[in-house]
């Protein structure tokens, strides 16, 4: 059984700083990608930031230069730091892991609400 276990998120006023966090526990190999996605009601669930690999990392445009991600191998868990942040990053934001092998099964967190005040 595989869990990801999502802290940090909360409300902030425009131009402040979230660090979100995700840790992954339970039968875990072959860990090819983690990542973090949004989602605003009625809208799709979007990329925000992916992390591959030895560490290649990409960041949809409207983040770039704000936010950062990262990853700590020993300890399962991805990172995004969040700086200046706008309004319009306001949504839930969901942890992704894509793990296993041979079969890749794709793992998501349960969400963390990120507000950001005007």
């Known amino acids: 059984q595989v869990q990801l276990v999502q802290s940090g998120g909360g409300l902030v006023q425009a131009g402040g700083s979230l660090r979100l966090s995700c840790a992954a526990s339970?039968?875990?190999?072959?860990?090819?990608?983690m990542g973090w996605y949004r989602q605003v009601p009625g809208n799709e669930r979007e990329l925000v930031a992916t992390?591959?690999?030895?560490?290649?990392?990409n960041y949809a445009d409207s983040v770039k230069g704000r936010f950062t991600i990262s990853r700590d191998n020993a300890k399962n868990t991805v990172y995004l730091q969040m700086n200046s942040l706008k309004p319009e990053d306001t949504a839930a934001y969901y942890c992704k892991v894509v793990a296993g092998f041979p079969r890749k099964v794709i793992y998501w967190g349960q969400g963390t609400r990120v507000t950001v005040s005007s």
């Open positions: 339970g039968r875990l190999s072959s860990i090819d990608e």
């Open positions: 992390i591959i690999g030895a560490g290649s990392t």
